[in-house]
């Protein structure tokens, strides 16, 4: 739920305002009803917005409060009396449009001290590069020679190293590190991340192991969200890519190396090793493994928990440990099931 403590929207809008952005049809309701916030069916109240998606939550819409809410055409005779419906094929891609509508300014990080310009408490060298108009809270660190655009926002304690550029309209959150790093414009940045570290690499010698040094850099290309906690290596000789519009959860560790294409999904506790490379709109399941040097084609997607260990053809869909194509994983899992039944019954 929006709770009005923390989340403000901008203004109310109308019901007709609000079909407009969903691209639905108003099947009842006031066209100049007030629409003020958006909530769960559950939460919702008079002045709120929800959806029906799913008969999993028949009965919550049944008795929903709500002012208003996005339904399928096969679903209105399930309303309650009175509530205004706005009828559309994606009622949940309708809710969304309509909520960034009125959080907009929910959809990146802000400023937690609320500052304008540089903090008294922040520290930034003579020698940095802020265009108009950024923020940096207190206790952040820009470091000597950095550079960062105009409307970024540099959470409290958050550390730019020397030489780093960051774009324009980006948002990087409390405590993130950001290292010989080039960051493009309206990236979100979460808080604990940290980007541009040494990555990982050593040769064994006579007395242990030896360090090999990481001369490459971090490229983020535009657009790009990075969840807390996310470490992602520099290179070792080239540098380690992440392509525009690609989202990543928190707590994936992306290694030294890596080539990340455009508009990838990786969820949670993902683990990329070194020098792989993954093409454009790729999909990797929580908790799933690369290992290094695998190339991964563009489309692919990768199941949670996998464990990937060769090169995956584009548009394959890869299952188990290791990873091999879905089908084949399931047949697998079944005969397994079988045999383990017919050992219980003792056939």
Excluded: W
């Amino acid at each position: 739920m929006a709770d009005p403590f923390f989340f403000h929207a901008a203004k109310p809008m109308t019901l007709a305002e609000a079909a407009a952005l969903a691209g639905a049809e108003i099947a009842a309701g006031d066209p100049a009803q007030a629409i003020e916030g958006v909530k769960p069916l559950d939460l919702a109240g008079p002045r709120d917005l929800s959806f029906f998606d799913s008969t999993r939550y028949a009965a919550a819409f049944r008795a929903t409060a709500a002012g208003a809410c996005l339904v399928r055409p096969e679903n209105t005779g399930d309303a309650p009396k009175g509530m205004a419906l706005l009828i559309t094929k994606e009622p949940y891609r309708g809710y969304v449009t309509i909520a960034r509508a009125l959080y907009e300014a929910e959809l990146k990080p802000r400023s937690p001290f609320g500052a304008r310009g540089v903090d008294a408490g922040a520290s930034v060298h003579p020698d940095a590069r802020l265009e108009d108009g950024v923020v940096v809270d207190p206790g952040a660190v820009v470091g000597q020679g950095a550079e960062i655009g105009s409307g970024t926002v540099i959470g409290a304690n958050a550390v730019i190293g020397a030489g780093t550029r960051i774009g324009r309209d980006c948002a990087i959150g409390p405590g993130a590190s950001i290292l010989h790093a080039l960051i493009g414009d309206r990236v979100v940045i979460h808080p604990g991340v940290r980007i541009g570290q040494d990555g990982f690499g050593y040769i064994p010698g006579p007395r242990g192991m030896i360090k090999v040094p990481q001369l490459g850099r971090v490229i983020v290309q535009d657009d790009v969200e990075i969840g807390a906690g996310t470490a992602i290596d520099r290179g070792a000789g080239r540098d380690t890519m992440i392509g525009e519009g690609t989202k990543i959860d928190n707590l994936v560790q992306i290694g030294h190396n890596v080539s990340i294409g455009r508009h990838c999904i990786i969820v949670s506790h993902v683990g990329i090793s070194g020098s792989v490379k993954i093409g454009d709109y790729v999909m990797m399941g929580g908790q799933s493994g690369v290992s290094e040097h695998v190339t991964i084609g563009d489309r692919a997607k990768i199941a949670a928990g996998a464990g990937v260990i060769k090169d995956v053809p584009a548009g394959a869909a890869m299952l188990g440990q290791p990873a091999r194509p879905m089908r084949e994983a399931l047949r697998a899992m079944a005969v397994l099931n079988r045999l383990a039944e017919k050992e219980t019954k003792g056939e």
